[in-house]
């Protein structure tokens, strides 16, 4: 019978460790489980914090448009979509950032934010509804989330993302903040991964439907605003690949009966609480 | 059982009973542990992060969520052996014989969960083989050495249950994002209660009378150990060996045994026996304790994860020697699809190869070889924490077998089994 000392087998191991590359274990993850844990009150809680977390860091970056009735507008449209949201679980809040870009941008947990640039370029409440929608889309099917596999407590590549929130040691303010930056470079820089846009889309433009909204102005707005992007570039971190979008936004109405239900796109309201 | 030297009719009529296997010895893939598992023909070394990893490999177990908790609620077996023209009716038209077992049990509980730093432990029970037969049959105007005494009925009552049970708990480590061991320490038991009946009635009156009984306990243990690797994101490589060792085996027999169709007292275990005393009978009873050796286990798997939706794996195990059984290999290959994210589904093939040799011409009393392959399919339904798995699997296989003892004559047999499933699960 063969004999090996049990040292031999511990250094064996020791080395073994040394050579092996660090994984994060994503390969291993079923969709089940990703989808799954998001349910949990932990993860909804920790999704929750660094929400709040990265939302004051959009604030931060663009600032708070001091405008009690715009803002009260704009979070009436947005509750009345998040309505059809499908995550109950969440508080949404939504607020006007004071910058002139045309964007929006959603933190996980709940929190929407669009831009007064956006707002301005805007034709109708539909038009803001459905782009709200977009930004909540984001949020129901956690795009950000899920790129950084934020859970309160597995293993997982950000562990104990609730404790992180809280931490003192720095060692949980640095881990923190190495996620706040990765989320801040989906949000500024990098944008969503296309096949995420083009969910959110969809699922903006139905729970438009849903809350009585034109869907199309969706598509709508953006062929509107594409216009400007060539004139200032705006939207080419967020929202690259639009002519993909729009095309896929025309086969969901081709599909989906709300394109054929006639719906509001309430040009008058709009108008009265957003001032051109 | 006896060991009488019979005529070629008696032996023919007597053995019947005492020609096939009790239990599936033959295979060592009789029930395929766990839901997941099952849906993948069993291909699951390499993957096993589930409560089920316990059995497969107990290093999967640290890939398991906090907590997780699994158990299979009831598990359909049947098994239909057939042995091909075993029987000869007094028209010259042959007859098979069939034997069918069928049982209704949850074969598996599972849980494990965080313990310790990087830990994971698990306790687990499983049933890895259940033979459950009850057959009444009846075979009427069979052809006899006697041309002008064919049996008019030849009834044979059988009675087996024989249940393998493992019980205990497992512990998994991960020394680092990519590499886990782990080891898990089950109680071995295995209960057997073989009767079987068996009544010869002659045209001319005479009969054949066969009563045989078995009880047989094993205890033990069956430790194995696992590790797996995973070398990048989207493949792992699984390791387990394991090997179940009898500690103790408490084997009762008993045989009574009346012929009244003999023409002279036979010879039996050195003791004549005139049967045409009404008051003869043989009986013998027995006690054995020799335990036996069951098989040290190796087996190898890789599973490449090709997306969140969908994974491949593949299992290839190596089965030692032991006591009369020879070495043999099986293969698994599994598939994991999920065509939404809460509902997936699962196939598989697997070989269940059997651990003896092929039949020679010319030898007697050899046991029967059949290799199987099977295929395997599952649908799981997931809501937020808890799935439920429906499953079903099919083995089938062709070889030979000596249903009949003492006696060179090899038959074609073939063996169905068929496995159905129901099973719940819950993760967090």
Known sequence: MIRISKWFLVLLLIGFQQVLPALSGEGRQRISSIVDTYRDVENVEAEILFGRELAARILGAYGFQDDERLNRYVNLVGRAMALHSGRPELAYYFGVLASDDINAFAAPGGYVFITRGALLKMENEAQLAVVLGHEIAHITERHVIRELNIKADDGSTIAGIAGLIGGTTGGAVKSLEQAMDKASDILFRDGYKIEDEIEADRIGMLMAASAGYDPAALRNFLTHVKRFETEDGAYTGEHPVHTVRIAKMDDVLAASGPAQMNNATVTERFYANVNN | ?428
């Not at chain 2, 078995?214 to 090997?243: C, F, H, Y």
């Not at chain 2, 027995?286 to 069951?294: G, I, M, R, W, Y």
């Not at chain 2, 699809?337 to 010319?362: I, Q």
């Open chain 2, 1 to 428: 059982m006896l060991t009488i030297k019979f005529s070629k009719l008696i032996l023919f009529l007597i053995l019947l009973t005492a020609g096939a296997s009790f239990a599936d010895e033959q295979h060592y893939v009789n029930m395929i542990i766990g839901d997941r598992a099952a849906g993948m023909g069993g291909a699951y070394t390499a993957l096993s992060d589930d409560p089920a990893g316990c059995f497969h490999n107990p290093a999967g177990i640290s890939f398991a969520p906090n907590l997780s908790l699994s158990a299979s609620v009831n598990a359909y077996n049947t098994e239909v052996k057939t042995y091909r023209d075993v029987l000869t009716g007094a028209d010259g038209s042959t007859r098979d014989w069939e034997q069918v077992s069928s049982s209704l049990l949850p074969n598996f509980f599972g849980v494990v969960r965080k313990f310790g730093d990087g830990g994971m432990l698990g306790l687990s029970y499983a049933v890895t083989d259940s033979i459950q037969r009850r057959q009444k049959q009846y075979f009427q105007n069979i052809r006899t050495e006697f041309p002008d005494n064919p049996a008019d009925t030849v009834m044979v009552n059988i009675n087996d249950n024989d249940r393998t049970y493992l019980f205990g708990p497992s512990y998994a480590v991960r020394f680092s994002d990519s590499l886990s061991l782990g080891a898990t320490v089950y109680a071995y038991f295995r209960d057997r209660e073989i009767i079987r009946n068996q009544v010869v009635q002659f045209n001319q009156g005479q009969h054949i009378l066969i009563n045989y009984y078995e009880t047989r306990n094993d205890l033990g243990v069956r430790p194995s150990l696992g590790a797996i690797w995973e070398p990048r994101e989207k493949l792992a490589l699984g390791l387990t060996m394991s090997q179940a060792y009898v500690l103790s085996s408490d084997t009762t027999q008993h045989d009574i045994y009346r012929n009244t169709v003999a023409q002279q007292p036979m010879n039996i275990d050195g003791l004549s026996y005139d049967f045409s005393d009404t008051d003869t009978v043989y009986f013998k009873s027995a006690n054995f304790s020799d335990k036996p050796s069951l098989p040290l286990t190796l087996t190898l798997g890789g599973a490449y994860f090709v997306s969140p939706e969908l994974l491949f794996s593949g299992d290839v195990s190596w089965y030692g020697k032991a006591d009369e059984k020879e070495s043999v290999w099986n293969f698994s290959f599994g598939t994991e699809y999920y065509f939404r994210d809460d509902m997936a589904v699962r196939a598989g093939f697997y070989t269940d190869f059997a651990n003896t040799p092929a039949l020679k011409s010319g030898a007697i009393n050899q046991q029967e070889h059949i290799d199987i392959y099977g295929l395997s399919l599952s649908y799981t339904l997931f809501h937020r924490l808890s799935s439920i798995t429906l499953g079903i699997s099919y083995g089938f296989g062709k070889g030979e077998a000596q249903a009949i003892n003492d006696t060179p004559v090899i038959h074609d047999a073939d063996i169905q089994n068929l496995r159905v499933y129901l099973s719940a699960s819950y993760s967090n």
